[in-house]
């Protein structure tokens, strides 16, 4: 079992920068490649971007592609989301998720995932 808690949110102006956190305790984080996934009010989840399990492999969705930045310190059993030049359309609840087996773009192949952090990017 892992248990995976995201901080970090909050209400930024468009333009601005906020960098997310998941903490995981439980087993080693070092096991696991890590998503980072968005929902935007009445919408459908989305692929943020992901990171394999060493940390040496990245990929992202087009819409932060240049943007957005995922990292890990392994020795924390910590990920992170670094947010730049955020804009409206970002605004959403952000989930990190934790897969045994890769860091691929589909939810449904995640085993675990945090409570979720708002992010709110006002006009």
């Known amino acids: 079992q892992v248990l995976l808690v995201e901080s970090g949110g909050g209400l930024v102006q468009t333009g601005g920068s906020l960098r997310l956190s998941c903490a995981a305790s439980g087993r080693p984080l070092s096991r696991y490649g890590m998503g980072w996934f968005r929902q935007p009010p009445g919408k459908e989840r989305e692929f943020v971007g992901g990171?394999?399990?060493?940390?040496?492999?990245?990929n992202y969705g087009d819409s932060v592609k240049g943007r957005f930045t995922i990292s890990r310190d392994n020795a924390k059993s910590t990920v992170y989301l670094q947010m730049n030049s955020l804009k409206p359309e970002d605004t959403a609840v952000y989930y990190c998720a934790a897969d045994l087996y890769g860091s691929g773009t589909e939810g449904r192949e995640y085993q675990y995932w945090g409570q979720g952090t708002q992010v709110t990017v006002s006009p």
């Open positions: 990171i394999s399990w060493s940390g040496g492999r990245t």
